[in-house]
């Protein structure tokens, strides 16, 4: 690879950006610890010069903004060298959060796909539903979080019907309930998605499906279903991000005690930075992650369904 | 008509008779039969007859009728009874039935264009928007589900009436305060860095994948740090806004610059426009529908980000900070008042920004062909 070559690459140039972040994330951390750090050691009797001040902004313990380095040692701690199944480690609450991002997600792509085929199939569906669904995500649902998990976890521990067909125990509740609020923002992408994956056969493959004389379901299976594959996994991409972040903003306003999400408050209340900051990384891990598991099934389905790779 | 109008329209009777038959519902120790009161036994009555006279092939106006009549007797009919019996929850079905095949009748014949009266598209969402309203009043007052559960709208309406003020002070502080500043900062910011790495491909390169990262990662989460740093009141929440808003508006206004093809930066070229020249009268109004998708996403971003900051931290006023102390003390009213108020206010703010989006972006194909989303 030539230097020019290697100058024009993306990767070149996402890792030089990288890089400089890094570097600001550094000085930053200088410019906001500064105060806090020297006021602390002027405390002391002896001397400090500014070097000194300058490497202790770096490592303070409880600073105002971390350096990337204390970060990723301390995630380091929290993940790598506690067992996972201790609530200590990072990796428990990390897997809390990600059982309530999956079913969540799942949930939400198999009720986005049962909404868009009705909606496709149903004229007058479409025109009374489609608003109300576009509506739906208008409203910070977020703010109804605490409402839902509420009232879903009532309706499954408490004496009504339901809870005494199903038998949860608390847990299960508190998971179900959690994913309701991820299925609540990961539907609606699944279902604008689909909708214009399902309608995007052509009239002229419609009218040939119609001179076959396919039957409605014929045409939604052998048609429009292969069609709308592709608008399946970019919407669910995005998808699996949105369950993510309902999964830990529902973890907020309950009180949970485990899961990313719990961390965080518990990080904010007692003022603990690193935390919250590794609590911030591993979450961006593992959306990272999920939108990368994503985009391999989707390599994996398009291939064996006779796609040529890309 | 087709054959699932056919199996509606038989499906409203069947209930229409069963809730003649069934008893309402009871009050103290008595079960009343559903001829204690006239409306419950005349609205089904009503039905059995229309359906007879047309042979099941309502015209939308009549099923129309029939829909909005049984919303009123649906609601008048909960001061009969303690508790509603099976005939009560039929008269329900009905009404809900009677309502479905109101939005399919006139969905069908929309599609025909048989009606041309503007604004007729409205009436088929309201109408599932009314009997989704009216199916939850009769839901929670009829079947006496505690309010802690879900309170009816009715008592929501009450609760918004009654505490009129103090929502007031809470969407000053959390809209007026914290979301318009931070969301005018974030796409401000977001648009300027988009038009100052445009100029230069190697930055482009680099941010346009950290951005798309970013805006998929769960922003939310720095909340409890801008609170650490700016304080309790509004500023952090603002901050959370304009860092939620930023990216989004960067990725989608980089790949707006870049629509403008050859051919018409060339003719500008030819012209001897100068770059600020092209900027303004060629590549920003090209780039509009997507820095217009970027303020309608970001106007449900702004929102959610400010509420969720107030759970971290607020003094005692604000949205997010009514929310989460309300549900701590169990006054489920009141937080779904609090909910009702910022879905307007969601609801309003997006539709705000669509309008202003059609009257900018009028050349676009997506509003030539009256088509939104």
């Known amino acids: ?310 | 008509m087709s054959r699932f109008e056919r199996v509606l329209a038989v499906l409203a009777g069947l209930s229409a008779v069963l809730a003649i038959v069934l008893p309402l519902g009871t009050k103290g120790d008595t079960t009343l039969p559903t001829g204690a009161s006239l409306p419950a036994l005349a609205y089904p009555a009503i039905v059995l007859v229309l359906l007879a006279v047309f042979r099941l092939k309502l015209p939308p106006a009549i099923s129309g009728a029939l829909a909005g009549l049984g919303g009123a007797v649906v609601l008048l009919q909960l001061d009969q009874f303690d508790l509603a019996g099976t005939g009560y929850w039929c008269l329900v079905v009905t009404g809900w039935l009677a309502a479905w095949l109101f939005v399919e009748r006139l969905s069908a014949e929309l599609a025909r264009g048989e009606f041309r009266v503007p604004g007729i598209g409205v009436v088929v969402p309201i109408m599932f928007g009314l009997a989704v309203l009216v199916a939850w009043e009769a839901g929670t007052r009829g079947g006496n589900v505690p309010s802690v559960l879900l309170p009816s709208p009715s008592a929501i309406w009450g609760r918004i009436v009654s505490n009129f003020p103090m929502l007031v002070a809470d969407f000053q502080q959390t809209f007026i305060k914290a979301v318009l500043s931070g969301y005018f900062i974030g796409n401000a910011v977001g648009l300027l860095v988009a038009i100052a790495i445009d100029r230069s491909p190697f930055l482009k390169r680099g941010l346009l994948p950290i951005g798309s990262f970013v805006s998929a990662l769960p922003l939310v989460g720095i909340a409890p740090i801008m609170v650490m740093w700016f304080g309790f009141d509004w500023p952090s929440k603002a901050a959370v806004v304009v860092i939620m808003t930023f990216f989004p508006m960067l990725v989608n206004a980089v790949a707006g610059l870049n629509v403008t093809v050859a051919m018409e930066r060339d003719l500008m070229r030819s012209y001897a426009s100068s770059y600020g020249q092209t900027l303004i009268k060629l590549r920003l109004p090209a780039a509009a529908p997507y820095i217009f998708n970027a303020l309608k996403i970001n106007s449900t971003l702004a929102l959610i980000g400010a509420i969720v900051a107030e759970f971290f931290g607020t003094p005692v006023v604000g949205m997010g900070f009514r929310i989460s102390t309300a549900v701590g003390r169990m006054d489920i009213d009141l937080v779904w008042a609090e909910i009702a108020v910022s879905a307007l206010v969601g609801s309003v703010f997006y539709g705000v920004v669509a309008l202003i989006e059609r009257g900018v972006t009028f050349w676009h194909p997506s509003i030539r062909g009256g088509e939104t989303v």
């Open chain 1, 1 to 310: 690879m030539t230097v020019s070559r290697l100058r024009d690459s993306q990767v070149f140039a996402v890792l030089v950006l990288v890089i400089v972040l890094v570097a600001v994330w550094y000085l930053g951390s200088i410019g906001l610890n500064w105060a806090v750090v020297s006021d602390r050691l002027s405390r002391d009797d002896t001397a400090h010069s500014w070097w000194d001040i300058l490497l202790t902004t770096w490592n303070y313990t409880r600073p105002i903004l971390p350096a990337p380095h204390q970060v990723a040692v301390d995630l380091w701690n929290t993940t790598l060298t506690i067992d996972p199944s201790s609530k200590r480690s990072l990796l428990y609450h990390a897997w809390i959060t990600l059982s309530s991002t999956l079913l969540g997600f799942v949930m939400g792509s198999v009720l986005g796909v049962i909404l868009a085929v009705y909606i496709v199939l149903n004229r007058a569906a479409s025109r009374t539903l489609m608003p109300w669904i576009i509506a739906s995500q208008t409203v910070p649902i977020l703010a109804v979080a605490p409402v839902v998990l509420v009232l879903t976890y009532n309706l499954l521990t408490g004496q009504n019907a339901i809870a005494q067909l199903l038998h949860l125990n608390s847990d299960a509740a508190q998971l179900i309930s959690k994913a309701t609020i991820a299925t609540y923002l990961s539907f609606f992408p699944v279902v604008v998605g689909m909708v214009k994956g399902l309608r995007s056969p052509e009239v002229l493959q419609l009218d040939l499906m119609r001179t076959y004389n396919a039957t409605t379901a014929q045409t939604l299976w052998q048609l429009r279903w292969p069609t709308a594959v592709p608008f399946l996994f970019a919407s669910m991409k995005v998808a699996v991000a949105a369950s993510l972040v309902g999964a830990i903003v529902a973890e907020l306003p309950t009180g949970a005690v485990s899961g990313l999400g719990a961390r965080l408050l518990i990080g904010s209340y007692n003022g603990q930075m690193i935390q919250i900051w590794s609590v911030l990384l591993l979450a961006a891990v593992l959306a990272g992650l999920l939108v990368l598991a994503v985009g391999v099934i989707e390599r994996a389905v398009v291939s064996r369904m006779g796609a040529r790779p890309t």
